[in-house]
Nanobody, 126 residues
Framework: QVQLVESGGGLVQAGGSLSLSCAAS????????MGWFRQPPGKESEFVAA????????DYADSVKGRFTISRDNAKNAVNLRMNSLKPDDTAVYYC???????????????????WGQGTQVTVSS
């Protein structure tokens, strides 16, 4: 079992940057592939980025590729999402998620993630 707590959300102007962090409890954080998803207002949740257990494999949604960077520090039980060149369309609640420990690789499918944080709001003004 792992508990996830996101932080770092806020209000930023278009073109600005923001970094999100997700702190995980437990001593087996390195066993979990991790992902970030987001839910824009009035829309369904969507995949943003994901990273493998060891950090060697990453995956990004086309809409954020080249602007967002996912990383992890297994020693600190944390996964981060650096967001640059933010756009108003990036406005959403951002969620951190962990896959089950049987899965080493990231996934774009929200249903494949077993644990979720409570979310953090990111608002990008135009």
């Amino acid at each position: 079992q792992v508990q996830l707590v996101e932080s770092g959300g806020g209000l930023v102007q278009a073109g600005g940057s923001l970094s999100l962090s997700c702190a995980a409890s437990g001593r087996t954080f390195g066993s979990y592939a991790m992902g970030w998803f987001r839910q824009p207002p009035g829309k369904e949740s969507e995949f943003v980025a994901a990273i493998s257990r060891g950090g060697g494999t990453t995956d990004y949604a086309d809409s954020v590729k080249g602007r967002f960077t996912i990383s992890r520090d297994n020693a600190k039980n944390a996964v981060n999402l650096r967001m640059n060149s933010l756009k108003p369309d990036d406005t959403a609640v951002y969620y951190c998620a962990a896959r089950g420990s049987a899965y080493a690789l990231p996934s774009r499918t929200s249903g494949s993630y077993a644990y979720w944080g409570q979310g953090t709001q990111v608002t990008v003004s135009s």
